[in-house]
C-alpha cells in the first residue's frame, strides 16, 4: 500500500523548535522528489519546500527561508522538516508528499501560540 504517514506535530511557544517526520511505504522512496505543504485554517494550501530524491537540492517558500530544515534518509525511507523560530503565522496543518507516484499523507497539526 502506497502510503505517507507525518509525524511530530504539537503544540509549541513562538521561537520554539518542531520536527516533523514523515515516513513512506509502498514505493521507492528514493526514486521521488518529496516535498512539504501546509494549510492553516481558511486558506490554501501553501508549498513549503522541496528536496531532490538524493537530498542535494533543496528550495524553500519564502517565509519560512532560514528556519526550516529539510532531510532525508533514504535507508529509512524517512523525511523530515526541522523547524526553527517559530511564529504564530507557522500555525498549520503540514503534510508531505512524494511526487512520484503523487501521494500526499494525512497531515499533522502544528500550533504555535503562548
Known amino acids: 500500500q502506497v502510503q505517507l504517514v507525518e509525524s511530530g506535530g504539537e503544540l509549541v511557544q513562538p521561537g520554539g523548535s518542531l520536527r516533523l517526520s514523515c515516513v513512506a511505504s509502498g514505493f521507492t522512496f528514493s526514486n521521488s522528489v518529496m516535498l512539504w505543504y501546509r494549510q492553516a485554517p481558511g486558506k490554501e494550501r501553501e508549498w513549503v519546500g522541496t528536496i531532490g530524491a538524493d537530498g542535494d537540492l533543496a528550495n524553500y517558500a519564502d517565509s519560512v527561508k532560514g528556519r526550516f530544515t529539510m532531510s532525508r534518509d533514504n535507508g529509512k525511507n524517512s523525511f523530515d522538516l526541522q523547524m526553527n523560530n517559530l511564529k504564530p503565522e507557522d500555525t498549520a496543518v503540514y503534510f508531505c508528499?512524494?511526487?512520484?507516484?503523487?501521494?500526499w499523507g494525512q497531515g499533522t497539526q502544528v500550533t504555535v501560540s503562548s
Open positions: 508528499r512524494a511526487l512520484t507516484p503523487g501521494v
